[in-house]
Every structure is written in C-alpha cells, then in structure tokens.
C-alpha cells in the first residue's frame, strides 16, 4: 500500500530561533529558508570532529518557548552517524530514535512518545559521502505529527508559482524572463473520518502553516512548509458518515 499522506505541524525551526552550529555560521540561516540549492556547511570538519546544530525555540516576539514535538526531519544531507537530544532544564537527554546510522540524504525521524522541550540538538559524527570532510544539511524540521490520511482518498495537483515579465529592445527584440519560486496547489480528501476532520480543522483555524510530507514512499525530498490560502471547503457522504475536503495550499 502506497504511503498515505501525512500533515504535521508548523516547523518550529523560524529564524525566530536561536540557532548555534559548531561552525559554518554564517549559512545556518539557509536550514529553514525551504530552498533546495541552498545548505548550512560545516567547515574545517572531519569524521573526527563532530557537528552540532543547537536550536532554542522562540516565538515571533523573541522570547523562550516550549514546543511538543515527535518528529526530527533533516533534508538534503550528507550525514552518517547522528544522534540528538532535547535539554530537560538542568542536562541534555538523548532522543532513542534519533541514534541512527542514516544511507539516504532525506530523513523523517519518528519519536514514538511527544516531547516538550525549549531546546534541541543534532550531532552529526561522520557523512556518507568521501568527496570532502565537510558535513552539510539543507533544511532542519521539527514538527509535530497532527494526522495521517490512512485510508482516505488523496488528490494533490501542484503547479508552481513564478515571477515572470517581457519587455522589447530599442530595436524590436523580445527579452523574457520567468522565475520559478514556490509550490501551490490543491489538495483534496476524500471518506475523512469525522475525528480526523475535527483534528485538522481547528489547527488550521488556529495556525497559519502546517508541513506536509506528500510522498514519502518515493520521494522524501517533497516536505513542504505551507499555508492555507483560503477556508478550506467540505461536504459530508451522511449515509457512510465520511467527509470530503478540499483546500489550497501555498508554500510558505
């Protein structure tokens, strides 16, 4: 059975956050800028020397928060050896399910119990790759899992939205450029189970974004931040006691 869609929450990872890397300071920025050709790079690493990425959460106004988190996604990496570990006030504390040996650039940590915590590191040990020291990781998410659509029915249709213009030379020719930016597109369920329902809902009346895994049985790289451009709508099949929905998503 084809993996089914799952829609976490917000990633937590903004640049609201504190965020302290062992080195490379000056791209940690590019963990949560959701652009593939971009990547925080350690420098001066090794398989001898440890990475760290330290993240403190905090909100829009600066100050320290809590998050309830269950899953650790890191994207487009070299990394081999990892663990991580969330800080308790007093001592860090090692997340079990993050001790892994990783043979793939995208990876969805799964934590079986949600944690609260203000902070949280990864550490990378070695890469898998012997084409330089340097450790590197293009995005960082922590999320926590709000659903997965199981067995309902799922239609996603993206198309991406870009700046473009034309304009003519002095001597007739037409230039024309086109920016390709960011995913949107709509995304409809259908046989929604009502608790299902009433747990998505109220999140995106409360959130302005969730991130969505789309197909993480083929493609890991398709996570995406994104927002709820408008209301979504549903109807409801009363004989089976099953909803449809439908929403329009926009990348964040």
């Known amino acids: ?25 000056a791209t940690k920025a590019y963990l949560y800028d959701q652009k593939p050709a971009t990547c925080h790079l350690s420098s001066g690493s090794s398989d001898i020397i440890t990475e760290t990425v330290d993240v403190s959460f905090k ?12 899953r650790i996604i890191l994207l487009g990496h070299n990394y081999k050896a990892i663990t991580a570990d969330y800080y308790n ?16 650039a995208n990876t969805v940590i799964e934590i079986a119990t949600p944690i609260s915590a203000a902070r949280v590191r990864v550490v990378a040990a070695t890469t898998r790759t012997d ?21 309902a029915l799922t239609d996603w249709q993206p198309s991406g939205e870009q700046k473009a213009g034309a304009y003519r030379l002095a001597g007739g020719p037409l230039v024309a450029w086109k920016e390709w930016t960011k995913l949107s597109g709509t995304l409809s369920i259908e046989n929604l189970a009502k ?3 009433d747990t998505l809902l109220p999140y995106i009346k409360a959130s302005a974004f969730v991130t969505v895994v789309f197909y993480s049985d083929f493609d890991a790289s398709e996570i995406y931040e994104m927002s709820i ?4 709508s549903w109807s409801i099949d009363r004989k089976a006691e099953l909803f449809a ?8």
């Open 1 to 25: 059975m084809t993996d089914p869609i799952e829609i976490f929450s917000e990633n937590y990872v903004t640049g609201d956050c504190t965020i302290a890397v062992t080195s490379g300071d």
């Open 59 to 70: 909100n829009w106004q600066g100050a320290a928060t809590t998050r309830s988190f269950d």
């Open 89 to 104: 006030g007093s001592a860090w504390v090692s997340i079990t399910e993050a001790t892994l040996t990783l043979t793939s």
């Open 131 to 151: 084409t330089g020291p340097e450790k590197y990781l293009g995005e960082l998410k922590i999320c926590l899992n709000l659903l997965s659509l199981g067995l």
């Open 195 to 197: 608790a299902t329902k």
């Open 229 to 232: 451009a408008s209301a979504p």
């Open 245 to 252: 929905l439908s929403m329009e998503l926009r990348e964040r």
